[in-house]
Structure formats: structure tokens, C-alpha cells
């Protein structure tokens, strides 16, 4: 069974850290991208951070650069976000996603975690 399991969230104080994991089961780890996404209610899904499968390229979106950093261990098949001097604004649901390119159909394969809230207090 494939899972994604992102725990990892909570309430935190503006300027606090949190550090957000995701933890996969059910495929090869090692294959896929994986992406952190944060959605607040009444808004469209953005992209926040994503690496790639073999960890040697990052994205990070404007809004999180320098204060996020995210990683990946495939020995453990766990990727982690780390959210520093977070601001009011970066409330929001996470969710990681793991995606890569089927080779033969060409057609992406992509599987989300269940989302946890991240509360950031002024």
C-alpha cells in the first residue's frame, strides 16, 4: 500500500521553526521528486519547496526563500521541510508529494499526503 505521512505540524509563534517530515511507503522512494505544497482555505494549492530524487536540486517559492529548507533521505525514504523565522502568513495545510514520469506511458505517477495544518500566531 502506498502512503505518505506527513506529520509534523502544529501551532508556533511568529520568528518560531517548525520542521515538517514525510514519511513514504509503497514505492521506491528514490525515483521520485518530491514537492511540499500549502493551501489556505479559500485559496488555489501553491508549491512552497521541491527537491529532486536524488536530492541535489532544490526550488524554493519567493515567499519561502532563505527561511525554508528542504531535504531528503532516501535511506530512510523521508523527505523534511524545515520552516524557520516563520510569519503569520505561512499558515496554512501542507502537504508533500511525491511525482516522477512513467517512462514508457509518459504520463506522471503521483502520490499526496493527507495535509497537516500549520498554524504561525503574530
Known amino acids: 500500500e502506498v502512503q505518505l505521512q506527513a506529520p509534523g505540524g502544529g501551532s508556533v509563534q511568529a520568528g518560531g521553526c517548525l520542521r515538517l517530515s514525510c514519511a513514504a511507503s509503497g514505492f521506491t522512494f528514490d525515483d521520485y521528486v518530491i514537492g511540499w505544497f500549502r493551501q489556505d482555505p479559500g485559496k488555489e494549492r501553491e508549491m512552497v519547496s521541491s527537491?529532486?530524487?536524488?536530492?541535489?536540486?532544490?526550488y524554493y517559492a519567493d515567499s519561502v526563500k532563505g527561511r525554508f529548507t528542504i531535504s531528503k533521505d532516501n535511506a530512510k525514504s523521508t523527505a523534511y521541510l524545515q520552516m524557520n523565522s516563520l510569519k503569520p502568513e505561512d499558515t496554512a495545510v501542507y502537504y508533500c508529494?511525491?511525482?516522477?514520469?512513467?517512462?514508457?506511458?509518459?504520463?506522471?505517477?503521483?502520490?499526496w499526503g493527507q495535509g497537516t495544518l500549520v498554524t504561525v500566531s503574530s
Open positions: 508529494n511525491a511525482v516522477r514520469v512513467d517512462s514508457e506511458s509518459l504520463t506522471l505517477v503521483d502520490y
Open positions: 527537491i529532486s530524487n536524488n536530492g541535489r536540486s532544490t
